[in-house]
């Protein structure tokens, strides 16, 4: 069983809020960093099953990268994650940083209750 709030850091809408009162961002800047995050997870999460290295998705969705090979896919991915946000929206890699500590753990936790109820529609 996947537990959703293994991924949700404590009082994460406040420190959202402090995010972007500190990084002076706008409420769409915002949505836009969770799109590229969001489209970055699930691309970085297909190729990475397509290339059969389906156990250490697992471990990442569920919020328990135990193995070296899962801790190495979730820092890859947050490194990816940053990169993007940097590239298309011309963040400073501190704001991108810090960015994607809060919105990954989010977009992977709603990633996960996807593909739970895939499985279980298939089932």
Known sequence: MI???AYIPKNADVK?????HWSKLR???LGEAFLITKDTVLGFLKRQIEHGNWRSVLEVLKGKPMT????YMLSE???KAVR?????????PVIATA???LLLPIILAKVAGEVIGWIRNRN
């Open 3 to 5: 537990h959703m709030s």
């Open 16 to 20: 959202l809020r402090s995010l972007l």
């Open 27 to 29: 409420q769409e800047q």
């Open 68 to 71: 070296q090979a899962g801790r």
């Open 77 to 79: 991915l947050r490194s």
């Open 84 to 92: 993007k946000l940097i590239m298309r929206m011309g963040l400073r």
């Open 99 to 101: 960015l994607v500590i």
